[in-house]
């Protein structure tokens, strides 16, 4: 009898390790598996990614974004950055986005950079550009900044704001001033309602021209994002998402 349940319990041991196992070993998605967002950007916006190329980005490390049916999809090659080339000061941005999968714990939901450093040519860059990261959709946050590495107690405030599904596409817009040091996020799920504001930054002395950044935090995740556009110095000082427009 007990040599039976040594078996028994030997072979559950085995099924849920395996099962456990394939957990963390969930293998990349099919790239536009969830059709991107064919809702319209706002008016006044232009294209920072073209649909077909990396064009005006540049991936840290190399080999670790695609392109495929309009998506810019992460590889999950490790953590590090896909940077603009360009670099801003005051601008605003608008994309879509989804948490497609991860194949590796922990888990980590996507993230976007500002207020951070390029390097230079032949420079090795800065983990996360010493920038200030805010997570998409769900808000959650990190200051990057030399003497900082923190969650930024205090330099963000965050507001109540519908429950975001990571794994369906979303539509985020981006208000961020250097010259003021301040960021304001809205998120819409689903595209194309109106958006709600999730979470504002506000640190004068942080303010600092630089790339817009997606950030891979750790190994094995799979982000996909779609129709980015920026609006360079925006006459309206505003989040004009959260309202719906024409």
């Not at 603009?84 to 590796?104: E, G, K, L, M, S």
């Not at 003497?147 to 981006?174: C, I, M, Q, T, Y």
């Not at 001033?177 to 709600?196: F, I, L, W, Y």
């Not at 942080?206 to 790339?211: F, L, N």
Request: with cysteine; hydrophobic share 40%; net charge neutral.
């Amino acid at each position: 009898m007990k040599h039976s349940q040594s078996i028994l319990f030997a072979f559950l041991a085995i099924a849920f390790a395996s099962n456990v196992s394939g957990l963390a070993q969930t293998t990349q998605p099919v790239i536009g598996s969830v059709p991107r967002p064919q809702v319209p950007l706002p008016p006044g916006m232009t294209p920072i990614f073209d649909g077909q190329t990396l064009t005006g980005w540049v991936a840290v490390p190399a080999n670790s974004w695609t392109v495929k049916d309009g998506i810019l999809a992460s590889l999950g090659v490790g953590r590090g950055v896909l940077y603009t080339v360009n670099q801003y000061t005051r601008y605003r941005i608008i994309f879509d986005i989804r948490h497609a999968a991860f194949a590796a714990k922990p888990d980590h939901q996507p993230c976007v950079l500002f207020f951070g450093t390029a390097p230079s040519d032949g420079e090795k860059p800065m983990d996360a550009l010493a920038a200030v990261q805010i997570q998409v959709p769900l808000g959650y946050t990190w200051d990057y900044r030399k003497g900082h590495n923190n969650a930024g107690k205090g330099e963000f405030k965050s507001f109540k704001h519908p429950k975001f599904d990571p794994k369906a596409w979303s539509r985020v817009e981006l208000l961020i001033d250097a010259t003021k040091g301040t960021a304001r996020m809205a998120v819409a799920q689903p595209v194309g309602t109106a958006a709600a504001e999730v979470v504002d930054f506000n640190v004068p002395d942080a303010g600092k021209t630089g790339p817009f950044a997606l950030q891979m935090h750790n190994k094995g995740l799979f982000d996909e994002y779609a129709n980015l556009a920026i609006e360079i110095n925006p006459a309206n000082d505003d989040l004009i998402t959260v309202k719906p427009h024409p």
